[in-house]
Structures are given as C-alpha cells and as structure tokens.
C-alpha cells in the first residue's frame, strides 16, 4: 500500500476506537524484560514496525521473546548472560530503540553493531553517545559524523550527573539505562520534563529511582525483576483522530483504555485551549501506567500558542495540531520545538511543505511554525517523506480538503499505527481507496 488516496466528502466521524498500544513503552517493556532474569509478560504491546525492530535485536542478543498479536512473553537469562549477537542489530526506523540500545549496551558484556534504515542513519546520536562516553561507554564508527552504525564495547560504567542540554526521554533514558548498570548513583537533570516512561517502569520492575523537581536518580549495580505489563493505547496514535474529532463539525469520538499519562497529555490542554470538547472518563491509575477513557467532540476552534515545557509533553503531535490550526480562527504560533527538525524528517519544513499544498496559509521559523487560520483546504497529491507521522497527517487532512488527498510512501504508516486506514474508515464510514 505505497499510494492512498483518501477522500471524505461530508459527513461526521462517529464511534469508539481502541488505539494500538503505546510505542514509547511497548520499546521499554521489552528492554527491561530482556535485562531482568524470568519470564516478563506484556498486554497491548503495539505490533507496530519500530516495536518489532526492538523485539529482534533482543533475540539476537539471546533472550527467548514470543509474540502472540499483541501479547508478548519475554524470557531473559538476564543482562549479564546476553551473547555478543552474529550480526548487526537492526533499529529500521526506530529512534527509540537506537539510543536507549545505546545506553543499554554500554555497561552490558556484549559488543554490537548497531545499524538502521537510511533515514536513521542520518539522525543524531552524539546527544546519547557524548554522555555516555563520558561515563567510561566504548563506542566506534567509521566515519565520524556521529550517526549509526556504530558499535559499542559494553564496558563497566561510571556514574555521572547528566545536565541535558535538550529535552529529550530518549537520552534522558539512555543515560539511566547507563546508569543502572554503572557504579555509584547516576543523576539525570532536564530543563523541562520528558515522559517518564523509563523511570516508572524501571521501577515497575523492582529498580530504586529517587525523583526530585526535574532531576531523577538511579543507583548502579541493581537487579530487576520479571513482571507483567500492560501497554495502554497510544494517545500519539489517538491524537490523529482526537484533532479530527475536533474539527470536523458534529463529530464525537470516544477513545478506550488511552494512555493519560501527564507527560504525554499536552494534545488535551491543546484541544481544550483551542475550544473542543474534551472530556476524561474513568481514569486508571495504579502500579504502572495511568490510562483511561476520552472522548472529543468539535467545536469552533480558535489559535493558541504552544511553546515552553508544553513542547515536550506533545512533541510528536506538532504534525496534527499544525493541520487541526489550519481549522482554527487566529494566528496559532508552534515555537520552541526546534527538535522537530531531527525527527524521522524535518518535521518543521515537511509539515509546512505539504500543507502548503493543500493551500494552508503556514510559514516555517527555526524552531517552529505559523498557521493562520480557518483555510478552506484543497485536495492535492502529499508525500509522507517516509515518516509515519506525516502519512497519517495527510490522511486526516483529506477530512477537510474540498477533493481527495493522494498520499504518497504511506506504507510507513505501519511503523506506529498498524490499522490506522481500519480506523479511519470506521470512523467516517467511508472506504479509503488503497492502491
Ligand atoms: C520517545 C521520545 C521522543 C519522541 C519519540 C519517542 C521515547 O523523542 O519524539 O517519538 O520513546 O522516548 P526525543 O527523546 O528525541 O524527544
């Protein structure tokens, strides 16, 4: 399915959808599986690309992992009895799995190549090699441009106190990975705080952490024990559909068992600012990850102004909230969120090039961008530029375009939200044409 074309002529979208499960800790669940020794199970694990790269590197290094749909069983000898693996590693797209296996590797007894796709290869990773080498990690290219692969000689660690330059949970978590098999206690400070997923599930798996303003601390030489986890559904996915709930008039969908945890709600305080209705229902909270039941409905939508610690907490939905303010009346400024420019694309320039097309009045800026709105939009041919997050744009655009949206290289799609064409044609009750 490399081209789709996608058109909604009217209507409403309606119903009740249960998002995949959550990429961000469905990558953790199988990490910390693989370091603790025993048998860990997880539910709702997301079968999604990036997710299914990290369960292969993880056989490779030994440890025994079954999949069946979206449960998954991890079997592990523990960290310390993982082989050197016969070939590289293989994140493919997954910037996730490549900087924390970074991080993990580097105090483990294994060397590893770790390789990726050509749009991984190009993304940054002296922002988790720099730390870690200054922790005593062993790592080596072949060309100096800090990008994979590269192989790293897992080694014993010292500890560090890590200032992060950038908000980021992929280093901040790389580093506590790190960390946790280094000698002495780790300490890692953000200037504004990332998701937490490592932390919690660190110490869902039996690990002391000590958590204190926006700094958090991990003692090395701790074991972890096996257990279960349940992976709630992903609220990045959610967000596609929560925007074109909000903007698409006399719509109202409800989203079940979603992932509420604080550090990735910043999408609701934006729908909520903007003037859609957002209401949280049956909120989970216990050993793990909060979840819980949402449901958005439209309503007139006006600008905002996102920038500061909001940026983190909904970093991955800037693509989505920038088509949803095409809708809104106002001038919306994205501003702070420079760190679009290393995604899987350049989100700042690809969002902007493709909505363009469509007839949005949006401009770039450094460290984000500008939309005035409302714009009636006009169908066009858009192109992923390989990132699931922009395939999925183009999709929910094709909701208020006047005419149909081509999207190009949207197989990349299945790296995040495998069903996601399903859902869209549940929800409008119209079939999506795939070719
Ligand atoms: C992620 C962290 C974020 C996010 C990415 C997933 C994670 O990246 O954009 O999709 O699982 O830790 P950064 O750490 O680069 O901000």
């Known amino acids: 399915m490399d081209r789709i074309t996608a058109s909604f002529e009217g209507g409403v979208l309606n119903g009740v959808v249960q998002v995949p499960g959550d990429k961000s800790i469905s990558h953790r669940a199988v ?62 797209n997954s910037g996730t799995t490549a900087r924390l296996l970074l991080g993990i590797l580097a105090g483990s007894p294994v060397t590893a190549q770790i390789s990726g796709d050509r749009y991984l290869c190009k993304r940054p990773m002296r922002r988790v090699t720099t730390p870690l080498t200054e922790m005593g990690g062993s790592f080596s290219a072949d060309n100096d441009s800090g990008t994979l692969p590269i ?33 002495g206690t780790t300490v890692v400070t953000e200037k504004a705080v990332s998701r937490d997923h490592t932390e919690r599930m660190l ?29 709630p559904g992903d609220i990045s996915s959610a967000a596609f559909f929560m925007c074109a709930a909000a903007m698409v008039s006399g719509s109202a969908i409800t989203f079940k068992d979603v992932g509420l945890n604080p550090t990735r709600t910043g999408i609701i305080d934006v729908l909520k600012e903007m003037g859609a209705k957002v209401t949280v229902e049956q909120k989970v909270e216990g050993e793990g990850e909060p979840y819980g039941t949402l449901t958005v409905e439209a309503a007139n939508l006006h ?55 469509l007839g949005a009045i949006i401009e770039p800026t450094p460290d984000g961008m500008r939309i005035t709105g409302p714009t009636k939009l006009t169908g066009a041919t858009l192109n992923s530029h390989g990132d699931h997050r922009l395939g999925m744009m183009a999709a929910i655009a094709s909701l208020v375009t006047e005419g149909s949206v081509q999207i190009e290289d949207a197989s990349c799609i299945n790296v995040s939200y495998p069903g996601f064409f399903d859902h869209l044609n549940s929800l409008t009750q119209i079939e999506t044409l795939m070719e």
């Open 31 to 92: 990490m910390l599986g693989a370091i603790a020794e025993g048998t860990t199970s997880i539910s709702g694990f997301l079968a999604g690309e990036d997710c299914l790269s990290t369960i292969r590197i993880f056989s490779q290094l030994g440890v025994g992992i079954e999949r069946n749909g979206t449960d998954v069983s991890v079997k592990s000898p523990g960290i310390l009895k993982w082989k050197d693996p016969v070939n590289p590693l293989d994140a493919g």
């Open 151 to 183: 192989t790293v000689t897992g080694t014993t660690l010292k500890s560090m106190h890590y200032e992060m330059p950038i908000a980021s949970a992929q280093v901040k978590s790389a580093v506590l990975f790190a960390g946790f098999s280094a000698q």
């Open 203 to 231: 110490q869902q798996f039996g690990a002391n952490l000590l958590g204190e303003g926006n700094s958090v601390s991990i003692e090395g030489g701790q074991t972890l024990k096996a257990c279960a986890v349940k992976v």
């Open 303 to 357: 600008a905002v102004e996102i920038s500061g610690a909001l940026i983190p907490r909904l970093i991955d939905e800037l693509p989505v909230i920038a088509l949803l303010a095409t809708q809104a009346e106002g001038v919306t400024i994205i501003k702070d969120a420079e760190e679009l420019r290393v995604k899987e694309t350049d989100r700042i320039e690809a969002v902007c090039s493709e909505l363009q097309k």
